[in-house]
């Protein structure tokens, strides 16, 4: 048995959904000491050291796939006698080979895999009218992310590194990523220029025209995961997308998370 004083978690979460899942988890461990690093607006390059951490590793999913601009950043970790909670978290629809890839990745990094979870949080493109896992995480989903940090640190607790490999939901090779052609929410009439949605844009493909009068926005740096649509206070940032209509009219019903330990 090994002992670990830190837990460091390690997330992108442009909507906060992901956020909130990781940070459960860690209440659910329990540890005093606890380091956060939020890649969701980060664009460094620079590498970032983990050294025996129990760490919590947490991304969206993108088509069945870690979102690729997680991907990326979370490629700038180096970890070092650090197991590694993996956790993704998904609109509602399927979180298909993400696990894996996520489980992957961490092992690629230096990170030894000690559990893994899939939760639901409200889809990007989730609205009022054509709701999609609406208010997701819950507090049903933040308390079996607790229980879920709890059972992972007990099985740290009990097991010697370096942990045995273990069964996660997923695919090798994974499914193809279809980029699709390059889309992104637009601002309406009712847009007054604040500012809001280009402070939370992930890839900073917002910005204030020069003039100062409207919203421009980069379609091919956009990943659609519609933060400038949620954090508009005058719902003046809208994304018309098909998708979601059928989203909502064949994956309204509740799915729980689904985790491997």
Do not use: W
Request: include cysteine; hydrophobic fraction near 35%; charged fraction near 20%.
């Amino acid at each position: 048995m090994t002992t670990f004083q830190t837990t460091h978690i390690v997330y992108f979460s442009p909507t906060h959904t992901t956020e909130k899942i990781a940070r459960a988890i860690a209440e659910g461990i329990g540890m005093e000491r606890r380091i956060e690093t939020d890649l969701t607006l980060d664009e460094s390059v620079s590498a970032i050291e983990i050294n025996h951490s129990l760490t919590i590793l947490a991304t969206p999913v993108y088509k069945g796939r870690v979102a690729p601009v997680a991907l990326q950043r979370m490629k700038r970790l180096k970890a070092s006698g650090s197991p590694v909670i993996l956790v993704v978290v998904y609109g509602n629809r399927d979180y298909e080979d993400a696990l894996v890839e996520l489980r992957d990745m961490a092992i690629e990094l230096g990170f030894t895999p000690l559990s893994a979870g899939a939760f639901i949080g409200e889809h990007s493109y989730s609205t009022p009218q054509r709701p999609i896992a609406a208010g997701r995480p819950d507090a049903d989903d933040l308390y079996q992310a607790m229980q879920f940090g709890k059972d992972s640190l007990s099985k740290l607790e009990r097991t010697n590194l370096p942990v045995p490999a273990f069964y996660i939901k997923g695919n090798v090779p994974y499914k193809p990523f279809i980029t699709g052609t390059p889309s992104a929410p637009v601002c309406n009439e009712n847009c007054f220029v604040c500012g809001e949605c280009v402070e939370v844009c992930p890839t900073h493909a917002i910005r204030i025209s020069p003039d100062g009068t409207s919203i421009e926005t980069d379609v091919n740096r956009c990943i659609r995961c519609c933060a400038c649509v949620k954090v508009c206070p005058n719902g003046a940032r809208v994304y018309d997308n098909p998708f979601a209509a059928f989203l909502h009219e064949n994956f309204s019903a509740r799915r729980e998370p689904e985790l491997f330990l």
